[in-house]
């Protein structure tokens, strides 16, 4: 049974850096894209990040490149969020998700298979 478990989110301040982290069990993480998706109230999943098996590519959601790195640890089945340069608008609970799609489908929430339970970010002014 696939499991994901993120921890890391808190409060921060504007401008501050946070790092994100996510537990994998249950798969052979190399051989699986890792994604990074937010939900906002009422709203779909949001793509924010994802690492290409087996985790030389990286893609990003253009209002966080250049402020977020995904990374991960196939060895310790680990995958990361560094934020940097925290907004307010970046305030959302985060998940951890896996998936052997497409590349092309790699940005779709309903394209993913397990979830985690999500962790929360919230950035004051």
């Known amino acids: 049974q696939v499991q994901l478990s993120e921890s890391g989110g808190t409060l921060v301040q504007a401008g501050d850096s946070l790092r994100l982290s996510c537990a994998v069990s249950g798969l052979r993480m190399i051989n699986y894209h890792m994604a990074w998706f937010r939900q906002p109230p009422g709203k779909e999943r949001e793509f924010v990040a994802a690492s290409a098996r087996p985790g030389s590519s990286t893609y990003y959601t253009e209002a966080v490149k250049g402020r977020f790195t995904i990374s991960r640890d196939n060895s310790k089945s680990m995958v990361y969020l560094q934020m940097n340069g925290l907004r307010p608008e970046n305030t959302e609970s985060y998940y951890c998700?896996?998936?052997?799609?497409?590349?092309?489908?790699?940005?779709?929430?309903?394209?993913?298979?397990?979830w985690g339970q999500g962790t929360r970010v919230t950035v004051s002014e």
């Open positions: 998700t896996t998936s052997t799609v497409e590349l092309s489908s790699i940005r779709r929430w309903s394209m993913h298979g397990a």
